[in-house]
């Protein structure tokens, strides 16, 4: 059924707005408006969203009348509208670096709120150029510039353009079961076909070579010299998210700083997934000592509570950009809110020293999970991760959906990765105690023993 102001008086609709706007305000809801949310949530979800999440969603009964549907949240747990907690080992693919609803940034969002939400677009915005300081103070080597923006598929458009802008070359060189984003700049980047195959041609002098096969670049680079296609740039995810959790091969990284330097290409890392202390460094260049042209940054930029993200580059990159500074905008990126954001987000992962203890809690958990792997090997075909970036990859497509199901079921949620259907990532809040961690090992080793083969 199809509701319009056609057949609706603003009245009915305004009825509607403030019934959902008195929601909004409560803490806890009776069980009456928990049913009431659940319906409203599956009929719009069909009805006005996209019918297909519903088929998607392991969280949505087979008949599709119920779904857990998520109401709020507070460290490494989020709680249902029904009242079920559940440990987070999903994060939002990555945003709760900091934990859900981190106070200190909550905090700084407010007080910002309460003074400013948006900017002019005039005049100077201050916190902008404050953050845009302590990026470059943070970020690795002479990163130095900075563009901010929503998103990370923001970030790695921006990236492209800069690269773009910086020579008179147009050929890009990314890599299999690669991710970058789904916008037609980011999507020519990116890797699976399901998500190209539709919206083809997409961007010309995208070329893409395995992850990890520093031959095959060599050789890329070296034909596209002779043709006269010179590569503009690279780009690659230190550690590929989305792909699985592949780890690079050992100096990988840096031989691919080396190839473009040779080749006077730009090197561009697509650290949204990896950046913001998630592998156990800042930012994963540090993890892998490499330093690239262009760094993109985003998810966790926002300390889990606003959309925020940055392209960081260096001078010589960025300063094509400055005769004319409007040759790329957005209106809301760089917002008053979103920097207030993450100059906290930043202020916590360095107080805290979430990096370290990423690292610490990672290796802890790591550990765990190749035991537990190596009790299934029927169904458990590798543990992989930095940090808490963690990849499980079982056989069977079949049996990491029932896996992650089944953990869902009994209160942690995790999910495949977007790339490789087969593999599940542990990508909790940087800030998940010891204690949660055993709870998450223990409930897997439960599910994996009711998994049939």
């Known amino acids: 059924m199809i509701n319009s102001a056609a057949t609706n008086s603003y009245a009915e609709i305004n009825e509607y707005i403030k019934k959902v706007l008195s929601l909004i ?65 999903l994060g939002g693919f990555g945003i ?34 404050m953050l845009a300081k302590i990026l470059a103070d943070i970020t690795p080597g002479d990163l130095k510039y900075s563009f901010f923006v929503n998103s990370g598929t923001e970030s ?20 299999t079961r690669a991710f970058h984003g789904k916008s037609l700049g980011s999507l020519s980047a990116t890797a699976k076909a399901v998500f190209r195959k539709p919206f083809l041609p997409l961007i010309n002098g995208f070329r893409h070579v395995p992850y990890g096969d520093i031959e095959m670049m060599r050789k890329t680079m070296e034909s596209c010299a002779l043709v006269g296609e ?3 740039a690279v780009i690659l995810e230190p550690i590929q998210g989305e792909g699985g959790v592949i780890l690079p091969p050992d100096g990988y990284l840096q031989q691919v700083r080396e190839l473009c330097d040779e080749f006077g290409a730009l090197l561009i890392f697509d650290e949204v997934q990896t950046g913001m202390g998630r592998t156990g460094k800042m930012f994963a260049a540090d993890l892998y000592g490499v330093v690239p042209d262009i760094l993109c940054l985003a998810k966790a930029f926002g300390g889990g509570i606003m959309p925020a993200g940055a392209v960081v580059a260096k001078e010589k990159v960025f300063k094509s950009w400055f005769a004319n500074p409007f040759i790329h905008t957005t209106t809301f990126g760089g917002n008053p809110l979103a920097c207030a954001a993450a100059i906290a987000t930043f202020n916590v992962l360095i107080e805290e020293n979430l990096p370290k203890r990423a690292a610490e809690v990672g290796a802890y958990l790591l550990d765990k999970l190749q035991k537990v792997a190596a009790d299934f090997p029927d169904k458990v075909m590798e543990v992989r991760g930095k940090g808490l970036l963690i990849g499980i990859e079982f056989h069977t497509d079949q049996i990491g959906f029932d896996v992650s199901k089944g953990m869902f079921d009994n209160g942690v949620l995790v999910a495949g990765t977007l790339i490789n259907s087969k593999t599940f990532r542990i990508e909790p809040p940087l800030t998940i105690s010891y204690e949660e961690v055993d709870t998450v090992v223990e409930t897997l080793i439960r599910v994996l023993k009711s998994v049939k083969v």
């Not at 009805?47 to 549907?69: M, S």
């Not at 407010?110 to 915005?125: P, T």
């Not at 790695?156 to 890599?175: G, H, M, N, P, Q």
């Open 25 to 89: 305000e409560k803490d806890k809801v009776t069980k009456d408006e928990a049913d009431w949310v659940i319906r409203e949530t599956v009929d719009n979800f069909r009805e006005h969203v996209n019918p297909g999440f519903l088929d998607y969603r392991k969280t949505v009964t087979k008949d599709t009348q119920f779904a857990a549907v998520e109401w709020s949240d507070s460290g490494s747990t989020f709680t249902d509208v029904s009242g079920k907690k559940y440990i987070d080992c």
């Open 96 to 129: 709760y670096n900091v934990g859900h609803r981190n106070p200190k940034v909550m905090k700084a969002v407010m007080d910002q709120l309460n003074r400013q939400a948006l900017h002019s677009q005039d005049l100077l915005d201050p916190l902008r150029a």
């Open 156 to 175: 790695v458009e921006a990236a492209l353009k800069l690269a773009k802008a910086y020579s008179d070359r147009t050929t890009f060189i990314s890599t």
């Open 230 to 232: 010179d590569v503009a």
